[in-house]
């Protein structure tokens, strides 16, 4: 078995309270650490597992059996800006941006996440990754990556599915193949 790390943002109670540490401890969390940054709650996790996608299913299983707990998404989860991606694989920011504009490379590069008009766009560093090993082959794919990727995906759609009403909660399902 492998120990992995994983950051999970959490809503809910103050975990940190003294009244919670021994439902942490009890809900099979011992391997994991409490934080707050500004208002945000976050839960540090060392887990042992097969792979990372039952480490994090048994983690966000073990927090919410905590009374009003709601995991919320994987804090990093394959969000990267211009400089992370040139970061990552050793380029400058220049020669990714003329790769994103198409003015270096084969084209195609993937969309961002955010408004492309945007001064300040993310992608999700797993379909930069495929990109770069389907047109450069430059293998920089990672399953990991993907898992980290889909899980965020269906954990924020939770989150949001709940706030919404019963025919808005139909519809997104509809949507979803739900």
């Known amino acids: 078995m492998t120990i992995h790390h994983f950051t999970l943002i959490v809503d809910g109670p103050d975990l940190q309270d003294d009244s919670l540490i021994d439902a942490l401890f009890e809900?099979?969390?011992?391997?994991a650490a409490i934080g707050r940054v500004d208002g945000i709650q976050y839960v540090d996790f060392d887990r042992e597992a097969a792979s990372l996608d039952r480490a994090i299913l048994s983690a966000v299983a073990d927090l919410e059996r905590i009374e009003g707990v709601e995991v919320v998404r994987i804090a990093d989860a394959g969000l990267v800006s211009m400089a992370d991606i040139a970061t990552r694989i050793?380029?400058?920011r220049?020669?990714?941006?003329?790769?994103i504009t198409g003015a270096r490379?084969?084209?195609?590069?993937?969309a961002p996440i955010t408004d492309p008009r945007s001064r300040y766009r993310l992608w999700r560093w797993s379909d930069v990754a495929v990109w770069f090993t389907?047109?450069?082959?430059?293998?920089l794919a990672d399953a990991d990556d993907?898992?980290?990727?889909?899980?965020?995906?269906?954990l924020e759609l939770r989150h949001h599915r709940r706030r919404l009403g019963p025919a808005d909660q139909t519809r997104l399902a509809?949507?979803?193949?739900?």
């Open 90 to 92: 050793g380029r400058t």
């Open 27 to 31: 809900a099979g969390c011992g391997d």
């Open 94 to 99: 220049e020669g990714v941006r003329l790769l």
């Open 146 to 154: 993907e898992v980290l990727a889909a899980f965020n995906a269906v």
């Open 134 to 139: 389907r047109h450069l082959s430059e293998n």
């Open 105 to 110: 490379g084969p084209g195609g590069f993937p």
């Open 174 to 178: 509809a949507l979803a193949g739900l």
